[in-house]
């Protein structure tokens, strides 16, 4: 089956540091890709979309400017979390759609901000 | 507003049947998802359902009535692996996916 590769799986970053989350579709080409947020024991909190090609849109309340995505191919999106705080601490899951029934979701990465 | 229900959390025995539900109000309907999730890590594509009726896939299967605004997922012969929490999606009409906040299902033996 498709395959979503998401690295790292785990980041510890001191407090005001970024941190780069990467995003790879494995076998197929994505020209979407979702960002989720999730903290624990809740559901996943749906954070931005990623268009190749154009600029993420973003959910009501996320900032922009704090979460900065990119999808520069078919293949690859990230996201960075610019001068992360502890209230950042949480895990972060992209998911890209194949077709309109089924979502591959990457192995998500837990971020620690100390 | 979009909503999804689902209970936050059930227990069952192993080798025994569970019936997860879940309802929805959503602005369209293009289909509804089960995920499983284990803690930890992300979730895993288990059915999709967008006409009524059932799917079977191994032990688990998934109902949707759209009239209702309605879903089951079963789950058949209950085995320990199976402790996980179960998300329920929809894809509304923009073709976003709305999540419920999930079942956590425990398996006791």
């Known amino acids: 089956g498709a395959v979503v590769s998401q690295h790292p799986s785990w980041v510890i970053c001191k407090s005001g540091t970024s941190v780069k989350i990467e995003c790879r579709s494995l076998d197929f080409q994505a020209t979407t890709m979702f960002w989720y947020r999730q903290f624990p024991k809740q559901s996943l909190m749906l954070m931005a979309t990623s268009n190749e090609g154009s600029k993420a849109t973003y959910e009501q309340g996320v900032e922009k400017d704090k979460f900065l995505i990119n999808h520069a191919s078919l293949t690859l999106s990230t996201l960075t979390v610019t001068s992360a705080h502890p209230e950042d601490s949480s895990f972060y899951i992209c998911s890209a759609p194949l077709g309109d029934t089924e979502a591959f979701f990457g192995q998500g990465t837990r971020l620690t901000v100390v | 507003g979009q909503n999804i229900d689902q209970p936050t959390e059930m227990t069952a025995t192993e080798g025994a049947i569970v019936q997860i539900n879940c309802t929805y109000q959503t602005s369209g309907f293009n289909g509804l998802f089960w995920y499983q999730q284990h803690a930890g890590e992300a979730p895993t594509f288990l059915s999709y359902?967008?006409l009524d009726g059932l799917e079977e896939k191994g032990r688990f299967s998934s109902f949707l009535s759209r009239s209702k605004g309605y879903s089951y997922l079963l789950l058949k012969e209950l085995q320990m692996k199976d402790s996980a929490s179960y998300l329920c999606?929809?894809?509304?009409?923009?073709?976003?996916?709305?999540w419920g906040a999930g079942t956590k299902l425990i398996i006791k033996p």
């Open positions: 359902n967008v």
């Open positions: 999606a929809v894809k509304d009409s923009n073709y976003q996916l709305i």
